[in-house]
T-cell receptor, first 110, second 113 residues
Framework: GQQVMQIPQYQHVQEGEDFTTYCNSS?????IQWYKQRPGGHPVFLIQ?????EVKKQKRLTFQFGEAKKNSSLHITATQTTDVGTYFC??????????FGDGTTLTVKP | DTEVTQTPKHLVMGMTNKKSLKCEQH?????MYWYKQKAKKPPELMFV???????INESVPSRFSPECPNSSLLNLHLHALQPEDSALYLC????????????FGEGSRLTVL
């Protein structure tokens, strides 16, 4: 089935530092979604990328979809303590399933 | 705040009990999902209902029985569960089938004794 590898598994940063998480697939993706799950919370949809080479920004968050549509990244500029949580990418299969990467857990030291 | 409502938020049950988890959405979404999430793991898909019909069952044991009474409601009936079934059970919806953007509820945290 459709699988996506997400790295790193954990990232510890000082507040104000940047953070990036990556998702990689061996096959071409139709689209990719990003979610954030706060500790003790539920996944919350952040964005969906569809087009090759697409770049989208949400305030300090920048999302990219690779030219070959096989990889994606989420970059946070100048992290804040409110950014803590686990960030998941998710990909859809032709069968209508949404499969999640293993997630990157971000901790931010004030 | 979430527009997908799940009840109960917490549930403790014995292995011989029968219980149900409930999920409701009023966004007019036509696809609804059950996911299971263990600690420090990603959500794992269990079932998908598309237009009120079961479209995907990810080889889930029969002790989990989904039900979609109408387009707004999704239930998960639980019977004879095992301790390893303890997890956070997440309901989600999407405007149409085929996944895409998923709207998750806050989840039901289940403990099986």
């Amino acid at each position: 089935g459709q699988q996506v590898m997400q790295i790193p598994q954990y990232q510890h940063v000082q507040e104000g530092e940047d953070f990036t998480t990556y998702c990689n697939s061996s096959t071409t993706l139709s689209n990719i979604q990003w979610y954030k799950q706060r500790p003790g919370g539920h996944p919350v949809f952040l964005i969906q990328l569809v087009k090759s080479g697409e770049v989208k920004k949400q305030k300090r968050l920048t999302f990219q979809f690779g030219e070959a549509k096989k990889n994606s990244s989420l970059h946070i500029t100048a992290t804040q303590t409110t950014d803590v949580g686990t960030y998941f990418c998710a990909v859809n299969t032709n069968a209508g399933k949404s499969t999640f990467g293993d997630g990157t857990t971000l901790t931010v030291k004030p | 705040d979430t527009e997908v409502t799940q009840t109960p938020k917490h549930l403790v049950m014995g292995m011989t009990n029968k219980k149900s988890l409930k999920c409701e959405q009023h966004m007019g979404h036509r696809a609804m999902y059950w996911y299971k999430q263990k600690a420090k793991k990603p959500p794992e898909l269990m079932f998908v209902y598309s237009y009120e019909k079961l479209s995907i069952n990810e080889s889930v044991p029969s002790r989990f029985s989904p039900e979609c009474p109408n387009s707004s409601l999704l239930n998960l009936h639980l019977h004879a569960l095992q301790p390893e079934d303890s997890a956070l059970y997440l309901c989600a919806s999407s405007p149409q089938g085929g996944a895409g953007e998923l709207f998750f509820g806050e989840g039901s945290r289940l403990t099986v004794l």
